[in-house]
């Protein structure tokens, strides 16, 4: 499904004077784009956006709510933009998305090990609402067509320091 920029920014007027997005604009978006998609087992998926926006620090929340948006929906980079994410937000989200991989678990960890080097502003938010999407999967696994779950636990282990990796789990609430 795809949203135009103008169904997207909500309340939100295109000449509204804010700069930034806030996190309830993101959860307000976030509402929009996930409307009645369901994961394999039939749970929506804004639940999960839920909680893991739950978990984070209220500076990771707008990129929590939208975690999700450019790996299940449409939604296109530069409308994101125009609705008021920051730079940072976005190259969050890219670092986050895994749109394309495949059912494997190095690829996942692989994917997560760059998470984990990923520097800077972007690298921090990334790093804080993978690990919340981590702690949320593991109680609550999402089982992909065929079978296959990602190992969470093990990316969780990864991202957080545990089995001699250097974490950064001061980073989640």
């Not at 309340?11 to 700069?19: I, Y």
């Not at 937000?89 to 394309?100: E, F, P």
Request: net charge neutral.
């Amino acid at each position: 499904m795809h949203m135009d920029a103008h169904a997207l920014f909500g309340a939100a007027a295109l000449g509204d004077d804010r700069s930034t997005m806030d996190a309830e604009h993101a959860r307000l978006m976030a509402a929009r784009l996930h409307v009645g998609e369901l994961e394999e087992d039939g749970t929506p998926v804004l639940a999960h956006v839920r909680r893991v926006a739950a978990m984070v620090r209220v500076e990771a929340r707008t990129v929590a709510w939208l975690h999700e948006a450019l790996e299940t929906t449409s939604v296109a980079e530069e409308d994101l933009l125009l609705a008021g994410l920051t730079s940072e937000q976005l190259r969050a989200l890219r670092l986050l998305n895994v749109k394309n991989l495949s059912q494997s678990d190095r690829a996942y960890l692989a994917h997560l090990e760059l998470i984990r080097r990923s520097a800077g502003q972007s690298g921090r938010l990334a790093r804080m609402v993978k690990m919340a999407d981590l702690r949320d999967r593991c109680a609550h696994p999402r089982v992909r067509h065929g079978g296959w779950s990602p190992p969470y636990a093990q990316g969780l282990r990864l991202l957080t320091g545990v089995d001699g990796h250097a974490g950064v789990a001061a980073e989640v609430v």
